[in-house]
């Protein structure tokens, strides 16, 4: 699997998916709690460096290193 998340995309999806979990856990009790656990999704794919939608999509926003 190769690593297809450059640095700054790496980093939001970690702010984002600790924030959904965060609301998900210690937010508001407004019913819709829930909705904070997607924030694992982007929370994983930023420490594994792969995102499968990325893949599907052909797209990549890490520098390529050139020899």
Do not use: F, Q
Request: with cysteine; net charge positive; proline share 6%.
């Amino acid at each position: 699997m190769t690593t297809n998340m450059g640095g700054i995309d790496r980093g939001l999806r970690i702010i984002i998916g600790l924030a959904l979990l965060w609301y998900a856990l210690l937010g508001p009790a407004t019913g819709y709690n829930w909705i904070g656990w997607i924030g694992v999704v982007p929370l994983l794919t930023a420490l594994v460096g792969n995102c499968p939608l990325y893949s599907i999509l052909g797209v990549s926003t890490c520098p390529v290193k050139k020899a």
